[in-house]
């Protein structure tokens, strides 16, 4: 597949032609050319009058599959440019839909990317009955009114049903995860930009194999694995990744992926620490925009500057500081800021920074473990570091132990018959 690209910078802010370029390679085009302006929008093509006649005839000559915009169009717009140019139009988000398409695997992934594709359709389809209504010839997939008025009414029973299929769906999700929790597990959701390396992070800490490819949006499918945390057992989740101005019908559509982010007891936020520092201020403040979104900035965030090898040591704690002082500017509470290599497995700085966080959680409270019998002692020492921290250990005629333990854990520790009581200290 062939295409040309337009991107229509606006004056006040540039469009990341680099990224564009990667979106178009990672759906399977062969880019034939990326054609540019700089302006305020125009209310019939987007882009300019003359810029669209300078399209038209690159389009004549090179003839391509389809013409991408950088931008996003309405739906009049997208009808007005393909009337003019003969040629199949698509936006920025029909082509991120492309590549949903061909990353999704499992049945959740497949319905939730077929749901975003007919919440983009529904408003084409009622531009379409408008047009027909006007006795313009709507050019919508071929069809004549009447086949456009039942293709509408089709969009809509089928995105009733796949809502309801995947409401199911999240409430089985639901179920397993309190299950985890009743469980001791710690959950944690790995979040940031498209190909920032989150599968690779979650390879490191599981010791998967998970494939992890250097593209964009390679992760569709919900995958969660354990790992361990001195001791406490730990289950972390791989998301979709972020993309600037991700648009509400797909954050709709993926709401049952992305709410994993919102569940989970924290959160690291990935970020390529090679890349230049107005690119990680890009993304990262497009990352905050997202979890603002969905409502998480109230969790414990860990930035995870990842890629550490491919840049200096001088370089990464430029960026550490500069991130801890554009969050503090947004009035954004970051846990911590570390740098790793998930690739090369150096992932010490991490592991320093979820002990700490783990015990901050407000499912961990102090108690004071009385244990009479002698037999017992390691049984209930190795559950506990299961579970939380021991603090202090006193040892004589019985066992006392002072410990930051997670509250639902509590029923695990009385059936070995221990005595516990609630015993408050700032371990904080």
């Known amino acids: ?170 409430e089985d999700r639901e179920v397993k995860r309190k299950r985890r929790e009743e469980v001791g597990f710690i959950l944690i959701a790995l979040a940031g930009y498209t190909n920032a390396g989150k599968s690779t992070l979650l390879n490191a800490l599981a010791r998967e194999e998970i494939p992890a490819k250097d593209q964009m949006f390679t992760t569709l499918d919900t995958t969660t694995r354990r790992f361990k945390v001195n001791q406490k057992r730990v289950l972390v989740t791989d998301t979709v990744g972020f ?3 991700l648009p509400p019908f797909i954050v709709e559509a993926f709401h049952s992926t992305l ?38 900035l109230d969790k414990p965030i860990i930035v995870v500057l990842n890629k550490q090898d491919l840049t200096t040591d001088v370089d990464v704690e430029d960026k550490k500081g500069a991130i801890k002082e554009l969050a503090d500017k947004r009035g954004v509470v970051i846990f911590d800021v570390v740098s790793i290599s998930a690739k090369l497995n150096r992932l010490e700085e991490l592991y320093r920074a979820l002990e700490r966080a783990i015990l901050t959680l407000p499912k961990y409270k102090s108690f004071e473990i009385v244990v009479k019998e002698k037999d017992k002692v390691s049984q209930v020492i190795a559950l506990i570091n299961s579970i939380g921290e021991i ?38």
């Open 1 to 170: 597949m062939k295409a040309i690209g337009v991107i229509r910078h606006s004056p006040r802010r540039r469009i990341n032609k680099a990224e564009f370029e990667e979106l178009l390679r990672s759906a399977g085009y062969e880019v034939l050319a990326i054609i540019e302006q700089v302006r305020e929008e125009h209310p019939k093509y987007n882009i300019g009058p003359g810029k669209l006649q300078e399209i038209k005839k690159l389009a004549e000559e090179l003839k391509p599959d389809k013409v991408i915009f950088a931008n996003q169009l309405t739906p009049s717009q997208a009808f007005n440019i393909a009337k003019e140019l003969r040629v199949d139009i698509i936006d920025k988000w029909q082509l991120v839909l492309e590549i949903f398409e061909k990353r999704a695997h499992s049945k959740e992934a497949k319905l939730q990317v077929e749901l975003a594709n007919l919440r983009y359709e529904l408003p084409l389809v009622r531009e379409a009955i408008r047009r027909a209504k006007m006795g313009e010839q709507p050019g919508f997939k071929g069809m004549g009114e009447y086949q456009i008025h039942q293709y509408l009414k089709h969009i809509r029973y089928r995105m009733g049903k796949i809502r309801r299929e995947l409401e199911r769906i999240r």
């Open 243 to 245: 993309i600037d101005d």
């Open 259 to 296: 709410e994993e982010i919102t569940k989970a007891d924290i959160i690291l936020l990935v970020l390529d620490v090679s890349e230049p520092w107005s690119e990680i201020k890009r993304k990262f403040l497009a990352s905050l925009k997202i979890l603002r979104e969905l409502k998480a």
């Open 391 to 428: 603090l202090d250990i006193e040892y004589g005629e019985a066992t006392k132990i002072l410990a930051y333990i997670q509250v639902g854990m509590i029923k695990s520790l009385t059936k070995l018959g221990v005595e516990i009581k609630y015993s408050p200290i700032d371990v904080k």
